[in-house]
């Protein structure tokens, strides 16, 4: 049998290896904790699963969803995006809903590129964006992001030539996996940039609802020209305990989402009409839940932080997003160090640098856990220090 040189190329996905490990070590008898993926376990908002429960009784809704999304949870997207953002989105044609924005995020290489193409990516990044390169057999170009920078790429930096031949720009504030939040002037600087070089960028941002202290993240599309260059990712995922849902969605530039809808049109039919009622009502609804989240992230990250600082690692305490960036001991890489606390204490941490290079010297601890479980798990990689 042959295979594709993509799937060559493809590595297996960060999380799914990672599963593996979970199921191999629980095997073995030992009480694991996972502090990697980010999947909230708080349970999604009661007044959101009633309307899936009320929606998923209509008959009318088990017939294919209209492809590019109800009208109706189009508007509602606007509408958030109007009350939060105060950035007005044609619901027609500046909004395309997405089965979870991962989805997105790959199938947006095969709309602005072909292969051999060169994509400007974030390193450390989200691994979908390298891995969706390969798939379209684009060229990802790293855009090293680093304690120096505050972990904002330096966009004078790239090469002429490469700005030059880059079709795409990936960015995600605030970040995974550093936590940073965009500098002050950066996103003007990367409309500047796009329209200096012909670059569409992708802003992701699943995590503009998660932040702390008072921090208000936001979105791409409200600086000025955003909307001439680019497109944002969202989802419900993060923000109302919804990752099992698959719901999230792109906004902005309408011919960005034009050539995306195509794409995904031919491939996949749409999510499933309850489940976009059932997002209508999250976008649409109390709000409450999500102040509260916030207020339990919190309280998580300062757990971490203090914990981790007492140990003797410095960690910074991050603005937003479900994570801690956490630099590994002296003496230890990135994977000896998850390694080491996978064996002695049976805690589960994604490697820095299986997010991108620059990521070697890191690990990312997840607060998607219940607060004891949180602290057993911290213990544990106290006592085997
Ligand atoms: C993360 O933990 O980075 C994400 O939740 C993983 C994912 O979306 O697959």
């Known amino acids: 049998m042959q295979f594709s040189k993509r799937i060559s190329e493809l590595p297996p996905y960060l999380f799914a290896e990672i599963d593996k490990k979970i199921a191999a070590k629980k095997a073995q008898g030992n009480d694991v904790i996972s502090l990697g993926i980010g ?16 929606e998923a009784r209509n008959p009318a809704n088990h017939q294919y969803p209209s492809y590019y999304g109800m009208p109706a949870f189009r508007k509602s997207i606007a509408d958030f995006y109007k009350k ?4 007005e989105l044609d619901p027609d044609t500046e909004v395309l809903p997405l089965i979870g924005s991962k989805e997105g995020l790959a199938h947006i290489y095969l709309a602005l590129c072909d292969e051999g193409d060169t994509a400007l990516v974030p390193d450390p990044g989200y691994p979908v964006y390298v891995n969706g390169a390969i798939i379209a057999g684009v060229k990802p170009h790293f855009m090293p992001m680093t304690s120096e920078n505050e972990f904002n790429p330096d966009l004078d930096s790239i090469d002429a030539d490469v700005a030059k031949k880059a079709k795409m720009m990936w960015l995600c504030y605030p970040n995974n996996p550093t936590s940073a939040i965009a500098k002050d002037g950066f996103f003007e600087n990367a409309v500047e940039f796009a329209k200096a070089n012909d670059v569409a960028i992708c802003h992701d941002n699943p995590y503009s609802e998660i932040t702390f202290d008072g921090y208000k993240a936001h979105s791409f599309l409200e600086t000025q020209g955003a909307k001439d260059v680019g497109i944002e990712f969202n989802s419900l995922s993060k923000t109302y305990n919804m990752t099992g ?6 906004v902005g530039n309408a011919k960005i989402l034009e050539a995306l809808g195509r794409v995904k049109t031919n491939v996949d039919s749409g999510i499933f009409n309850a489940i976009q009622f059932a997002g209508i009502e999250a976008l649409n609804g109390p709000q409450d839940s999500v102040q509260e989240m916030v207020n339990i992230y ?4 300062d757990i ?3 914990t981790l600082n007492d140990i003797g690692l410095k960690v910074e305490r991050p603005k937003a997003t479900v994570f801690v960036w956490v630099p590994v001991p002296d003496g230890y890489t990135s994977e000896g ?12 941490v994604p490697p820095g640098n299986a997010y991108g290079p620059s990521g070697e010297g890191f690990i990312r601890i997840s607060l998607t856990i219940k607060d004891d479980r949180l602290k057993e798990a911290l213990s544990r990689i106290h006592d085997c220090l």
């Open 304 to 306: 971490v932080v203090d």
């Open 245 to 250: 849902w698959r719901i999230g969605y792109a």
């Open 298 to 301: 919190q309280e998580r990250r």
């Open 39 to 54: 999947d909230p376990v708080e349970p999604t908002p009661k007044h959101i699963v009633d309307k899936l429960c009320e």
């Open 337 to 348: 160090f998850a390694e080491h606390i996978l064996e002695k204490a049976s805690v589960v």
């Open 84 to 87: 939060r953002f105060n950035v």
